[in-house]
Structures are given as structure tokens and as C-alpha cells.
């Protein structure tokens, strides 16, 4: 009788390597920093971080002051709705995961080979609680219902820029159809030391919803480095609550927090992002 060839176990948990995904590459490496923490690199670019130990631990700083600036605002209910437009290794989602236990999170992620890795390597909560669509991140926005999430996070790359598609008035106002009231949207805008890329992307979500806020580090401000802001709109005031300045203040690269009349000054006449039609 002929042997039965057995077939090889499935990969589960990460491991160091090179992978192929439907955009290009994606490499796994070990952060020798931490226990069993992880960094994904997305065709030579970083990514995502994720602490296999602790969900709760954010090593990016921008995600911790996304991730503050949601913890201070004030939702009508404890039950977070919450879209992920850019899953990479979904690092945010599961930090909400661990937080909010009773969250229910949906992440949209392009590239559905990552989206099958990430699963296969992390311990990501299962669907319905969070559920990874593959597709394109404003395709997707606009098939959801009207006032069904109460936090959307946008931190969507394609190398080290955001498809303009995301970036315009037309789409930023598809957002906020898709957010119910006291919602939240939190981006993460790549910008250079000139920031005219946040003075215009601070007047589009200044264009659509009544109050906003900027984040980042003072440096970063003052024009003097590259790096991440973070920007939100929400149609009730935010980021004024003390412990949160304080937090930031506190964080391993201190950030300053700019509300909404000091970021309406900042963006000045800077023109609105438009769809090209």
C-alpha cells in the first residue's frame, strides 16, 4: 500500500521572513526591545508594532495619541462602533480590543493576502467583535450606514503618502455621514517640516465638521522634522479635557495638543482638498 502524503501544517504565530502579499512584500521582524514584540514592514516601510504579550501597548506614538484622544472624549454609549480605514497589522484594533471589550470593530485593509497573514500570525478577536474587509478604503466608506460608528481612524499609506482619494472635502464628508452623533475621525497625516499638507488637510476636516483638533510633538510643529500629525474632527468639542494634555506631555516624544481655535488659525486661507473631476 502507497504511503498517504501528509500535508504541512499551517503557519500559525509570526515568524521572522519575507512574505509575498498581494501589493509587493511584507516583512516580519523581531523587536529584541520587548518580550514577543513585533514589527511588519509593508514594502520597506514600518508599519505596524505589535507586542504579542500586551495589546495595550502602543509603540508608535502617534497611535497612543489617537488612541488618548478617543479615551477622553465622551461617547453616548460604552459600546464603541469603530472602522479601521488601513488595517496593516491592525495594532490599533486590537488595543481598542483590550480596551473596550464590548467594541465591535470593523478594519478595511487593500491588500487581502496581509489581512490573511495578519490573522494567521497575531491573536486578533474574532468576528463580530473584529471583523478585517478586504477592499479600498472610500469604496467601502461609502456602502456604510448613515450614524453606525462612533470612531473612525484613518491611517491609510501607499508608501509614505495617503492616496488623495482620502485626503478631499467630498470624502471627509462621506465620513461624517457615516458617523453618528458625537463621533469621532482621527487621521494620521504624513507631512514634511513645511506642514502644508496638515494646513490643508486641518481646513478639509475644518470644512466639515465644527470642531477640531491637531496633535503632535513640538518639534514637528515648529517645522523642523518630518513626521506624523494627527488631526480630528467631531461635531462636538474635543481633546479640552486637562488629563489628556497632561498625558501627552507625559508620553516618550511630548506632544502638544492644538483646539479647534488655534488649529483654524494655523490652517489660515489653506486650500481645501477637492476631488478632481
Known sequence: MANKKTRPEKQT?????????DTGTCELVRDTLTADGWMVHVNGVPSSHIDMDD???????????????VRYHTFSSSKLRTLHLGGGACTLARYFAAEYPDARQVVVELDGKLAELVREWFDLPRAPMLRI???EARAVT????????????????????????????EFTEQVR?????????????????????TR???ATIGQVFPHTVIIADPAMLKGRRYGNVVIAGSDTPIGEDPALARELLGGGVPAQVWLDERVRSFSGDAKVLRDVV
Open 13 to 21: 504565530g509570526p515568524k521572522v521572513g519575507v512574505y509575498d502579499i
Open 55 to 69: 495589546p495595550s501597548q502602543l509603540d508608535f506614538e502617534y497611535m497612543r495619541w489617537m488612541a488618548g484622544l
Open 200 to 202: 490643508r488637510e486641518a
Open 142 to 169: 461609502e456602502t456604510l450606514t448613515e450614524d453606525s460608528r462612533d470612531v473612525i481612524v484613518r491611517d491609510v499609506f501607499a508608501g509614505s503618502a495617503t492616496p488623495e482619494s482620502l485626503l478631499t472635502l
Open 177 to 197: 455621514r457615516v458617523l453618528a452623533p458625537r463621533g469621532i475621525y482621527v487621521v494620521n497625516c504624513g507631512d514634511t517640516r513645511d506642514l502644508m499638507r
Open 133 to 135: 474587509r478586504v477592499g
